[in-house]
């Protein structure tokens, strides 16, 4: 994708939060759409506007691909792919290079998006990769924002799920709620974090003045 297909719209984050069904937080690009436009997968920076690091950049969005792959976790798909990457050598290689390629594009994503460096995370990339799978959601959304040919165990959990989902078919009608409200930030949250943010101090005291100033006028 485009820098400019990446970059997400309100009407993006909108989608997102509906797909959760809560507030999208701290996307700064969209990793894959589907062929109507739809986000697939969110992008998160590797550092939260919180400050925390935050290792997994891609999130499934689309709930027809995440129930899709939920449904081969639970058939136990991950405890069949954890004992072949114990003894297949190739398998093993193709998952340290999908590590390696993680990290290289969210070290790019962190630059790109003015979060810089994160050394918290250093080496570590998402879903317990290379040695073992962890969750099958990462390596899909790994595999749909890369490509094929980048993650093997996404592409072949692509593969998989064919009989659901396919990149060359949309399926977004009626996978979501369209009608009821866009899910909102949690106002106790947001008035937590304000209070904590001393740009809000600042524009609060900034406000206050103002105030008193255009009383002390009248
Ligand atoms: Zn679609």
């Known amino acids: 994708m485009t820098q400019e297909q990446r970059t997400p719209s309100q009407e993006d984050l ?5 797909q959760l069904g809560r507030p999208a937080r701290d996307i700064v690009e ?3 759409r589907c062929v109507c436009g739809n986000p697939l997968v969110a992008t998160t920076a590797p550092r939260l506007s919180s400050g925390i690091p935050f290792p997994t950049t891609y999130y499934l969005t689309h709930p027809v ?13 991950m405890v069949t792919m954890n004992e072949r990457l114990e003894t297949d050598q190739e398998l093993q290689a193709a998952q340290l290079a999908a590590h390696q390629q993680y990290i290289a594009v969210r070290d790019a994503i962190g630059l790109r998006s003015g979060v810089g460096a994160v050394p ?14 962890k969750c099958l959601h990462v390596m899909v959304g790994h595999s749909l ?15 998989k799920i064919s009989q659901w989902w396919t990149a060359k078919v949309c399926a ?3 996978a979501w709620d369209t009608e009821s409200p866009v899910p909102e930030q949690d106002r106790s949250r947001h008035v ?10 600042r524009r609060e005291r900034a406000a206050k003045r103002a105030a008193k100033e255009a009383q002390q006028q009248q």
């Open 172 to 174: 977004c009608a009626g």
């Open 65 to 77: 691909i995440t129930s899709a792959v939920s449904r081969l976790e639970a058939a136990g798909e």
């Open 120 to 133: 918290e995370i250093e080496g570590v990339s998402a879903g317990a990769m290379p040695a073992r799978v």
């Open 14 to 18: 909108d989608t997102v939060s509906r």
């Open 30 to 32: 969209i990793g894959a």
């Open 145 to 159: 924002a890369a490509g094929p040919g980048v993650n093997a165990l996404g592409d072949e959990t692509l593969g």
């Open 192 to 201: 937590r974090t304000q209070a904590g943010d001393p740009e809000a101090k």
